[in-house]
């Protein structure tokens, strides 16, 4: 025993946070209580704030406390274009691309074993978005895992009746990583993936 | 522009948490928003109380919500002992020791070019705890650092003329390491500190 008990609640709350073990969340109270007050306060407001208004964008799915997140209210975004992703965080990682078509947001991957079917992710809600748009191409951008892989084949077969072109993020080997360090099965799909070099 | 103003606010405010950049923030804040939005209430709600109700022991000046911290307020513990740290987080550290006595908890170390001398890290408390105590012992266990030696210098010249033993925790090689990854000021102290093997 050495902390009082509301800083040992203060370090059990953070300990939700991912990544954040005892230690860390140790140092994180300490901090706050003894050198960042006005930080600390400042967070407490903006998280009640979040968890209070932000819900999810009725187009896309993402989080937004606006009922249209920033990515859909956007008139001058590629409304021929629709990136399906797994998550609001892969949202971000596709922004950063230079990508600005539209999005949708999966709840996660299907994982029958877990009994999340089509219905718990959010498919039949991806079906009505893609027969509302005028989409001419739908990218599935759920990522390059198992579970990841087989979502994406359950929406190309889903979609394979519309008349939009289904389209996945290639696989092949991540820029800057040495040859030897790439597994097995990325090195198989980058060498079945080649492509003429341009000169 | 990815993220709706709540969730960017939210992201910013979890960036004044030590050791978390802009990558972690971002992980931090939709895992709440999106899967943990219990566990993101009570933490909102530990530190707004936390924030309220901790101050500073008024004997050890440790962070405490108590008039008196838990070690402050422990009957059984040794009232010959009063170990000197620099921060609240040392108390527990030394507490994983097994030490039984009283803290002092300074306010950091000494730092004149910053403009903190005796009176901002709470050495004048310090002394009247000592005139206040019935200790024999004196432990300064600030940190093994330039501004912690001098620190600690400044303490021991300090109570030189009181009746209490001043002690400074020894330096030496750290257990469990390698020899050769110890730098050579450490390895100076652990050789002049020496001492014949009990048989
Ligand atoms: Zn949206
Ligand atoms: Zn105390």
């Known amino acids: 025993m050495s902390f009082s008990p509301l800083i040992r609640q203060l370090i059990d709350a953070l300990r939700i946070l991912p990544g954040v073990g005892q230690k860390t969340a140790q140092r994180m109270a300490l901090h706050l209580l003894e050198r960042d007050r006005s930080g600390g306060l400042r967070l407490a407001q903006a998280l009640t704030h979040a968890l209070e208004h932000v819900g ?36 971000f990682a596709i922004e950063q691309t230079g990508y600005r078509g539209r999005y949708f947001v999966l709840k996660g991957h299907l994982s029958p074993l877990d009994g999340l079917g089509p219905e718990a992710i959010g498919i039949p809600e991806l ?73």
């Open 56 to 91: 999810h964008c009725r187009q896309c799915r993402t989080l937004s406390e606006e009922e249209l997140c920033p990515q859909c209210a956007d008139p001058r975004r590629d409304d021929s274009l629709l990136c399906v992703v797994q998550g609001p965080m892969d949202v």
């Open 127 to 199: 079906l009505v978005r893609v027969e509302q748009g005028v989409f001419e191409e739908v990218i599935i951008a759920t990522n390059p895992t198992v579970e990841g892989e087989a979502t994406a084949h359950y929406i190309a077969q889903t979609l394979a009746s519309s008349d939009v072109t289904v389209s996945r993020i290639a696989h092949g080997v991540p820029l800057g990583g040495e040859l030897e360090l790439v597994d097995g099965g990325t090195l198989s799909h980058a060498l079945a993936g080649r492509r003429p070099i341009d000169l």
